[in-house]
């Protein structure tokens, strides 16, 4: 069974600092995605990375995708407080892109 | 363009009921998955429908069942319902099946608390 496990679960951090979040498995996937859910809402889309060591920047956000095809990590510069929710990632199998499999996420709270 | 539309937001039913949930999905897009999302399993993929058909089906038991219309919007229906049912159920749109990465537009959720 393909697993997707995120790190660390929870994370308070005051306004202004920096954080990374990471998403590991010991499988290899075809193309990663991040997804960030505010309370009450459904998952929105950051970002696809899809070759290994790929380096995607989005603002302030910065996404990488591990060599092997097997983790990603999100890094996020001075952080605020709207940056707070539950950031999601989803692997897709080379085999089935039909079925993505989805960590647990990482809930995030950034502190005014 | 609007997004994916899900109707109600809240919902709240007795054990042993049975719920139809409904979802429009992005004009345009033929697609609609419907997903399970918990605090302790997260989001749990129930089954994805794209022209009428459903092609992908997680792993639920019967009770869980859907379907889609022609003009592509989609409902899902849980019969005796049970406690452990209570979650946020998100559907998701995308312009077709298949595609190279499968990325998700979901919609606001509903919200079902099961007494």
């Known amino acids: 069974t393909q697993l997707l496990e995120q790190s660390p679960q929870f994370l308070s951090i005051q306004e202004g600092e920096n954080l990374t979040v990471y998403c590991n498995s010991s499988s290899v996937f075809s193309s990663l995605q991040w997804y960030r859910q505010e309370p009450g809402e459904g998952p929105v889309l950051l970002v696809t990375v899809v070759t290994g060591g790929e380096v995607k920047k989005l603002k302030r956000l910065t996404f990488q995708f591990g060599d092997a095809r097997k983790d990603s990590s999100l890094h996020i510069t001075a952080a605020q407080p709207g940056d707070t929710g539950l950031y999601l990632c989803a692997g897709a199998n080379a085999g089935n892109n039909r079925k993505l499999i989805w960590g647990l996420g990482t809930s995030l709270a950034v502190n005014p | 363009k609007a997004g994916v539309t899900q109707t109600p937001r809240y919902l709240i039913k007795t054990r042993g009921q049975q719920v139809t949930l409904s979802c429009s999905p992005i004009?345009?897009?033929?697609?609609v998955s419907w997903y399970q999302q918990t605090p302790g399993q997260g989001l749990q993929f129930l089954f994805e429908?794209?022209?009428?058909?459903?092609?992908n089906k997680g792993n639920f038991p019967g009770r869980f069942s859907g379907r889609q219309f022609s003009n592509s919007r989609s409902e899902m229906n849980v019969s005796t319902l049970e406690l452990g049912d209570s979650a946020l159920y998100l559907c998701?749109?995308?312009?077709?099946?298949?595609?190279?990465?499968?990325?998700?537009?979901f919609g606001p959720g509903t919200r079902l608390t099961v007494l």
């Open positions: 998701a749109s995308r312009p077709r099946t298949g595609g190279p990465y499968n990325e998700q537009f």
């Open positions: 429908y794209f022209s009428e058909t459903q092609r």
């Open positions: 004009s345009g897009h033929r697609s």
